[in-house]
Every structure is written in structure tokens, then in C-alpha cells.
């Protein structure tokens, strides 16, 4: 099973990724994660890329490809994978589609979860998290049982993070509208794309997902 998470920052795909990773063996790949490992590892192909960014130019797509290539050629990737912040652009997606053939393999679905631009800057501003163990917390939806301790560890400290406000949130939604308006049509057009509701709860939100990769929605 290969797919495609769809959302903007703060709708929940890192969560849902990790949840499947656990539950079905998926990888998530990542192609800031994969391109720091590729160039880490020394491979044809992240040499290729720590040359580019060495002379500060951005990677161009034949090398993103090339990644995408060898991470999928890697055996923890046959249970499925799950791919974040990639394609971007219809020719990426084109060429996302034939890595995936030449390896006898095929993208499933496309799921994107769908937010309330209001509703996800009141999420996104009141979240805080613990200094010591990052367990996650909420103004509105999940304060610590004791005021000021953290339920796992016990600790006093929290920390949010600086870029957790309004604009930051309606500027990211922007991005993310753009980034994703070529794409869009060329899975709706292949019968792909399937659309959750990202402002259910965590566990609503992955049983949607699942009736999908189940074949039940």
C-alpha cells in the first residue's frame, strides 16, 4: 500500500504517519529526511546532491527522483509507504508514478485531510508542549491533570514553540494551497484522491483513514 498525506501543518500528518508506521509496517518518506540521509550515507545520489547544495543551488527534481529511487529499492519499504511533502508538482508527480512501476508497485490513494482555517489556528496557537519528555498539550484540549506537571514525567517546565501563531498558521495554509493546487487534479483525475476530516479527533481521524486503506470507504 502506497499513498500519498495530503494536509497543511498542524492537521495531523505527522501523527498519522507515525500511527501507521506502527500499526502497518509503512514507511514514511520524507524528502528532507531522505535527502539528509542520502548525502549522510554517501550515496551516488547524495553525492550528487551535496554538490548542488554545496554551491547553494536547489536540488532539482532528476535528483529528488533519484532519492525517492534508491529509498524505495530499500526492503522496509514493501509493507508501503507513505509519502510527505512530495510530489509537489504535477511532473513530479508524473515521475513519482513511474518509479513506482518500474518497481512493480502503484500508488494507492491520495488522502488529504481537510481543515478549518479558523479551527486550526485555535489548535495550532494553544498547543505546548513538555521541555523535558515532548509530551504534547493543549490551552483548550488538553491541559496536564495537575496544573504545571506533565502527566508522563512529572516535570514543570513547557515550551511552545515560536512559530505557533495565527499568522504563521494562515501564511503556512497559503503555501500549502499553492503547493497542492497542481497536484490535485492530477490524482482526482486518476480516481485517487480521498478527503478525511482533520478536525475529528486523532482517533476518529485514523479509523477514517483505515476504512480507506481498507477498502470500506
Known amino acids: 500500500m502506497n499513498i500519498i498525506l495530503l494536509g497543511p501543518p498542524g492537521a495531523g500528518k505527522g501523527t498519522q504517519a507515525k500511527r501507521l508506521e506502527q500499526e502497518r509496517g509503512m514507511v514514511q518518506l520524507s524528502t528532507g529526511d531522505m535527502l539528509r540521509a542520502a548525502v549522510k550515507a554517501g550515496t551516488p545520489t547524495g553525492i550528487q546532491a551535496k554538490a548542488v547544495m554545496d554551491a547553494g543551488e536547489l536540488v532539482s527534481d532528476a535528483i529528488v527522483s533519484g532519492i525517492i529511487g534508491e529509498r524505495l529499492d530499500m526492503e522496509d519499504t514493501l509493507k508501503g509507504a507513505i509519502f510527505d511533502g512530495y510530489p509537489r508538482t504535477a511532473a513530479q508527480a508524473e515521475s513519482l508514478d513511474t518509479l513506482l512501476s518500474e518497481r512493480g508497485r502503484q500508488l494507492d490513494f491520495v488522502i488529504e485531510l481537510e481543515v ?33 506537571t506533565c502527566d508522563v514525567c ?9 512559530d505557533d501563531n495565527a499568522e504563521t498558521v494562515r501564511t503556512r495554509m497559503a503555501e500549502y494551497r499553492a503547493k497542492t493546487a497542481p497536484i490535485l487534479p492530477f490524482y482526482e483525475a486518476k480516481g485517487l484522491v480521498r478527503k478525511v476530516d ?11 483513514i483505515d476504512a480507506i486503506l481498507d477498502g470500506k470507504a
Do not use: S
Not at 512529572?154 to 515560536?162: D, N, T, Y
Open 116 to 148: 478549518n482555517e479558523d479551527a486550526l489556528v485555535e489548535r495550532v496557537e494553544g498547543r505546548f508542549t513538555c521541555a523535558n519528555c515532548g509530551e504534547g498539550y493543549h490551552d483548550k484540549f488538553k491541559l496536564p491533570k495537575v496544573e504545571g
Open 154 to 162: 512529572g516535570h514543570h517546565e513547557f515550551k511552545r514553540r515560536p
Open 198 to 208: 482533520g478536525m475529528a479527533d486523532i482517533a476518529e481521524v485514523g479509523a477514517q
